[in-house]
């Protein structure tokens, strides 16, 4: 084993391993005797393509080149296809337009080219006609409007139709929608709600409305919701009842509406079987038959795979090793389907047995040929907090096994404050930590309030409190590990995307705990981001931050921007010049205030890269140009072969 500082071992995790041996995985289905699922490919400039395995194993491409399954409804997608029996349907992130394909032959554009967008698809198959949720991007002088619509399909199988791809709107009047679900019956239509300021894991409603003969809903009535309680995922049964998930309980768990109206959980437990609306499309569980319910749960920041009995609500949990689940589904032979990952091993499409428990690996993220001797495992640490709280997150030490370091010396350690805000740190194998622990440095993933995974009142931690408990609790997570002797105290960087970029410059501005940091297309000034950013987060600053204008001086006082002279530490940031969600005058401010300092300060843009990074070359650049920033702030020697940046204002 050779001796050598923390920062400088040798590690076969490489950039170019991360983003040409790795895929995203999302959205699976089974339907008939196929199961289909989403790969993002970073080699394909993060296009999203929908594949099928077929039941002799073959697996193959549905959408061709240069088709792009995603759509941008509330700018982070989801939901953005649908299969039936022999056809897929679905968004294409180009133009916007919704798309028919019959497998195995050429997609056609069903909608108009227009500036509408579409999520989250079902069929309503007796009408002959999808569903989905719209927004309509037509008006530039005010912002979209959202809406429940159907669009007409061509007539088949004897059945009348409109002109294919005529639009209707079918529900309207509240800020956002998501989740519209048809009874099995084709009788009625239930769908999730909200309106501004709350985002929906803070205030949400399940309606539930009839369809009338001619298409029209009709007789909408609240099932459940309120201001202080979140709905998520309904699904009907087979046998015909409507399920959701409410944290009326602070946790998420799932109800159901009887025939009577009333309503009932199912399975009470300080877990949580549901995740934030952030996305369309999300599932937790799934229904194997109308007394059976397969479904996934978040318990102490971790995930766990377990069944409820319809009939008489025993909970069963199910061992595994999966500490990372979604995208839970119903093959057609009534196994389970889920996308999963463990610490050490890839995210992967799986099948389980329910009578075996046995689970199959139908695809990987990712090969990994990896010696275990080069992965750091996770460790769950609860850690003491500002006002006698108690806040969590997940430790990786530093791991090789061909590397020790000299006698004394504390590793770096790399703070990794998550975005959303309202998200959680994911434990499963990431190849992007492991670059980081096998090169000696300490990863420390944490959840500060306002996190989920913990209940409702965790997540309220943050409520009027952003930029103050997230930073506490990163800062206090970060001297845990000095305490404990696990960490050099000289050497602690922070580095986090979206919200977890203001995170990080809120700490390296307002706080003298870390040394050095990265902003990957963070917020710098509050202000910016409460009047100049998309409608579903237009108002989410209100319970995070407080009212604008009314609040101004709240915003200004926890902006880093007007605090440049509390900031004496190198900071590189970067940032995607197509991003909507933080436009890239957030990130030039804070540069440019910086370089006026004479701090050192490195700034990265992508000409061609939006809210967060697809394409492979790109992933590959930040991540070298972050650790090769380190290294020159903390002068150690990477092993690794890195192209250099400029850092201005940096003296070696």
């Known amino acids: 084993m050779k001796i050598a500082p923390f920062g400088s071992w040798k590690s076969p995790i490489?950039?170019?391993?991360?983003?040409?041996?790795?895929?995203?995985?999302?959205?699976?289905?089974?339907?008939?005797?196929?199961?289909?699922?989403?790969?993002?490919?970073?080699?394909?400039?993060?296009r999203n393509v929908l594949v099928k395995l077929s039941s002799n194993g073959n697996v193959e491409d549905v959408t061709p080149q240069p088709f792009n399954i995603r759509t941008r409804v509330h700018e982070y997608g989801g939901g953005a296809y649908l299969i039936t029996d022999d056809t897929v349907?679905?968004?294409?992130?180009?133009?916007?337009?919704?798309?028919?394909?019959?497998?195995?032959?050429?997609?056609?554009?069903?909608?108009?080219?227009?500036?509408?967008?579409?999520?989250?698809?079902?069929?309503?198959?007796?009408?002959?006609?999808?569903?989905?949720?719209?927004e309509d991007h037509t008006k530039t002088d005010s912002e979209p409007v959202n809406s429940i619509v159907a669009i007409s399909l061509p007539a088949s199988h004897g059945v009348s139709a409109l002109a294919t791809g005529e639009i209707t709107t079918l529900v309207t009047g509240n800020d956002f929608y998501t989740s519209p679900r048809i009874s099995p019956d084709g009788t009625q239509l239930a769908f999730i709600s909200w309106d501004h300021p709350n985002m929906p894991w803070d205030s949400s409603y399940l309606r539930l409305g009839n369809i009338a003969e001619d298409g029209s809903i009709e007789d909408i009535e609240i099932v459940a919701g309120g201001e202080a309680e979140s709905i998520c995922e309904p699904k009907w049964s087979p046998d015909g009842r409507l399920h959701f998930s409410?944290?009326?309980?602070?946790?998420?768990?799932?109800?159901?509406?009887?025939?009577?109206?009333?309503?009932?959980?199912?399975?009470?437990?300080s877990a949580e079987f549901a995740y934030p609306h952030w996305v369309f499309g999300?599932?937790?569980?799934?229904?194997?038959?109308?007394?059976?319910?397969?479904?996934?749960?978040?318990?102490?920041?971790?995930?766990?795979?377990?069944t409820i009995n319809t009939v008489t609500k025993q909970f069963s949990k199910i061992e595994s090793d999966y500490t990372n689940i979604s995208s839970v589904n119903t093959s057609s032979d009534g196994q389970a389907l889920f996308i999963a990952g463990s610490p050490n091993q890839p995210t992967a499409v799986v099948k389980l047995n329910l009578e075996t428990k046995a689970p199959q690996i139908l695809k990987t993220a990712g090969t990994l040929d990896i010696d275990p001797g080069y992965l750091s495992m996770p460790e769950a640490i609860a850690f003491p907090t500002a006002n006698n709280l108690t806040a969590y997150a997940w430790y990786y030490p530093p791991q090789n096994k061909d590397y020790a370091a000299p006698e004394g010396e504390l590793p770096p350690i790399f703070v990794k404050s998550h975005g959303g805000p309202t998200a959680a740190a994911s434990v499963n194998l990431s190849l992007r930590i492991q670059y980081w622990t096998s090169r000696g440095f300490?990863?420390?993933?944490?959840?500060?309030?306002?996190?989920?995974?913990?209940?409702?009142?965790?997540?309220?931690?943050?409520?009027?409190?952003?930029?103050?408990?997230?930073?506490?609790?990163?800062?206090?997570?970060?001297?845990?590990?000095?305490?404990?002797?696990?960490?050099?105290?000289?050497?602690?960087?922070?580095?986090?995307?979206?919200?977890?970029?203001?995170?990080?410059?809120?700490?390296?501005?307002?706080?003298?705990?870390?040394?050095?940091?990265?902003?990957?297309?963070?917020?710098?000034?509050?202000?910016?981001?409460?009047?100049?950013?998309?409608?579903?987060?237009?108002?989410?600053?209100?319970?995070?931050?407080?009212?604008?204008?009314?609040?101004?001086?709240?915003?200004?006082?926890?902006?880093?921007?007007?605090?440049?002279?509390?900031l004496s530490c190198p900071v590189i940031f970067f940032q995607g010049l197509e991003d909507q969600v933080v436009p890239p005058n957030q990130a030039e401010m804070m540069v440019?205030?910086?370089?006026?300092?004479?701090?050192?300060?490195?700034?990265?843009?992508?000409?061609?890269?939006?809210?967060?990074?697809r394409q492979a070359a790109n992933i590959k650049q930040a991540?070298?140009?972050?650790?090769?920033?380190?290294?020159?702030?903390?002068?150690?020697?990477?092993?690794?072969?890195?192209s250099a940046i400029e850092i201005i204002g940096f003296e070696a």
């Open 14 to 46: 490489t950039s170019e391993l991360i983003v040409s041996k790795t895929i995203g995985l999302a959205g699976v289905a089974g339907k008939g005797n196929n199961i289909y699922w989403l790969e993002s490919r970073p080699t394909e400039k993060g």
């Open 592 to 613: 440019e205030a910086i370089k006026r300092k004479g701090i050192p300060v490195a700034y990265i843009t992508f000409a061609d890269e939006g809210h967060g990074f």
């Open 442 to 566: 300490g990863y420390l993933d944490v959840n500060y309030g306002g996190s989920i995974g913990y209940g409702r009142k965790y997540r309220q931690r943050l409520e009027n409190n952003w930029g103050i408990v997230d930073i506490d609790d990163c800062v206090n997570a970060a001297q845990y590990l000095v305490d404990r002797g696990l960490a050099d105290g000289e050497r602690l960087v922070i580095s986090g995307s979206s919200a977890g970029g203001y995170t990080t410059l809120a700490a390296l501005t307002f706080r003298d705990t870390f040394k050095a940091g990265a902003s990957y297309y963070g917020i710098s000034d509050l202000e910016i981001l409460a009047t100049d950013t998309h409608k579903f987060e237009s108002r989410y600053l209100d319970r995070l931050v407080g009212k604008y204008p009314e609040d101004k001086e709240v915003y200004q006082a926890r902006s880093p921007i007007y605090y440049t002279e509390q």
């Open 89 to 134: 349907y679905f968004s294409n992130y180009q133009d916007g337009r919704v798309y028919q394909q019959q497998i195995g032959k050429a997609p056609k554009a069903m909608t108009p080219e227009s500036a509408m967008r579409y999520a989250d698809f079902v069929l309503d198959q007796p009408r002959n006609r999808l569903i989905c949720v719209a």
């Open 623 to 642: 991540i070298d140009s972050e650790f090769y920033f380190y290294s020159r702030v903390f002068g150690f020697e990477p092993a690794d072969d890195l």
């Open 246 to 269: 409410s944290d009326r309980s602070d946790w998420w768990n799932i109800y159901r509406r009887n025939a009577n109206g009333s309503i009932e959980c199912l399975h009470q437990m």
């Open 282 to 306: 999300l599932s937790t569980y799934t229904f194997i038959n109308a007394e059976l319910i397969f479904g996934a749960y978040s318990e102490n920041g971790s995930w766990h795979l377990g």
